[in-house]
């Protein structure tokens, strides 16, 4: 079984985010990126699922050449080989038609994404290449179990779970409960340095949306710390302060 891992260079969690031009662009200065959590988990049920020669896992990226470092990352975890699409990507659609292009020259029996990136949250790559492959897609799953053919997924639902059978190929968003995320050992780290990763150009797509800027939240409040024995000044705070009684 030949499976494709998408992955996303993220900015690490605790990343203070900033804006330049104007609040039109991430300010990357300074920043640390590591691979998205949610693909690390994609990655790892693609490396068990394939374990013991039952196939490959190819990673692939739509970055510039600063993401190499999280590329060689997930080859070091044990993916076979890695594509990077040598572009700086703008938005989820320039993503998704990108690596539809490149799937439609290299096919793959199975296609996983995470559940969604860390840092646009759009949870939209996986919807939209497998409608560019005209290929079924199914979001959020838990449980991912496939043999040369078919595969069940499990999703989870309001009050339940529900349990899907399709026809490979299919493009699946990959959440907690997929795999446990996997660490490098030494040999992986060392083995990656080697592994093949090829750079491929991007084709051209049609713009479809425009940043026109970016707002951080309102800092949160200032905190009264009321000790526990005085009520009666947590009441008049919640009444003239809060305004909630
Ligand atoms: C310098 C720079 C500036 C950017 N500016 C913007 C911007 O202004 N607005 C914006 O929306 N995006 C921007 N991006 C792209 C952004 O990093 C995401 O790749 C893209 O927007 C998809 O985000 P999403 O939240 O819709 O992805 P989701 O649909 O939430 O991602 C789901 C899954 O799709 C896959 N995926 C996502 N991105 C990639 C990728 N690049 N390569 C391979 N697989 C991927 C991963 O498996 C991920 O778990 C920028 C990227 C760079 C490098």
């Known amino acids: 079984m030949k499976v494709l891992v998408c992955i996303s260079n993220v900015p690490d969690t605790t990343t203070k985010i900033t804006f330049t031009d104007n609040n039109t662009q991430f300010n990357t200065n300074g920043v640390q990126f590591i691979l998205n959590p949610y693909d690390e988990i994609a990655l790892a049920r693609a490396i068990e699922l394939t374990d013991g020669g039952k196939g490959s896992v190819t990673v692939i990226n739509v970055g510039d050449a600063s993401t190499e470092a999280t590329i060689r990352?997930?080859?070091?975890?044990?993916?076979?080989?890695?594509?990077?699409?040598?572009?700086?990507?703008?938005?989820?659609?320039?993503?998704?038609?990108?690596?539809?292009?490149?799937?439609?020259?290299?096919?793959?029996?199975?296609?996983?994404?995470?559940?969604?990136?860390?840092?646009?949250?759009?949870?939209?790559?996986?919807?939209?290449?497998?409608?560019?492959?005209?290929?079924?897609?199914?979001?959020?799953?838990?449980?991912?179990?496939?043999?040369?053919?078919?595969?069940?997924?499990?999703?989870?639902?309001?009050?339940?779970?529900?349990?899907?059978?399709?026809?490979?190929?299919?493009?699946?968003?990959?959440?907690?409960?997929?795999?446990?995320?996997?660490?490098?050992?030494?040999?992986?780290i060392m083995s990656a340095r080697t592994k093949p990763l090829t750079v491929v150009e991007p084709v051209e797509v049609p713009t479809t949306s425009e940043i026109i800027s970016y707002e951080t939240p309102a800092p949160r409040g200032q905190v009264t710390l009321v000790p526990a024995d005085d009520t009666a000044k947590l009441i008049e705070l919640l009444h003239s302060e809060a305004r909630v009684i």
């Open 73 to 188: 990352k997930a080859l070091a975890i044990g993916a076979t080989d890695a594509v990077r699409i040598n572009a700086k990507p703008h938005d989820a659609w320039y993503v998704a038609y990108q690596i539809a292009e490149y799937v439609k020259q290299n096919p793959f029996d199975l296609i996983l994404t995470g559940r969604e990136s860390i840092d646009y949250n759009g949870s939209k790559v996986a919807g939209m290449l497998a409608e560019l492959l005209d290929i079924p897609s199914v979001s959020i799953i838990k449980k991912l179990d496939a043999t040369d053919s078919e595969a069940t997924v499990e999703r989870e639902i309001e009050g339940g779970k529900e349990v899907i059978t399709l026809p490979l190929p299919f493009v699946a968003g990959t959440a907690e409960g997929v795999a446990e995320p996997k660490i490098p050992n030494m040999r992986g």
